[in-house]
């Protein structure tokens, strides 16, 4: 079983940054891949980014250029970096994780980005 914890949400400005953190623990054996949804107010949840443990990564587009994804396996640690934030960007953020036929799922960070 796997335990994922996030970390780093809150407010901020329209144009600033956020860095959040997904922490991992428990048997990962299985995992092979890691990203952040997101569910804004009245909207469906989304993928953001994902990335392998081999690196590889791929985005949303409407985060390209904005956001990057990072991942620190020996620290088991998942990392968004988010810059220039808009108000649309307002969401739950979930961090996930999957292999195997499993996925596992934190419980979510609220950023709220004002104008």
């Known amino acids: 079983q796997v335990q994922l914890v996030e970390s780093g949400g809150g407010l901020v400005q329209a144009g600033g940054s956020l860095r959040l953190s997904c922490a991992a623990s428990g048997n990962s054996f299985s995992i092979n891949a890691m990203g952040w949804y997101r569910q804004g107010p009245g909207k469906q949840r989304e993928l953001v980014a994902a990335?392998?443990?081999?690196?590889?990564?791929n985005y949303a587009n409407s985060v390209k250029g904005r956001f990057t994804i990072s991942r620190d396996n020996a620290k088991k640690t998942l990392y968004l970096q988010m810059n220039s934030l808009k108000p649309e960007d307002t969401a739950v953020y979930h961090c996930?994780?999957?292999?195997?036929?499993?996925?596992?799922w934190g419980k979510g960070t609220l950023v709220t980005v004002s104008s």
């Open positions: 990335i392998t443990s081999a690196g590889r990564t």
């Open positions: 996930s994780a999957g292999g195997g036929g499993r996925n596992y």
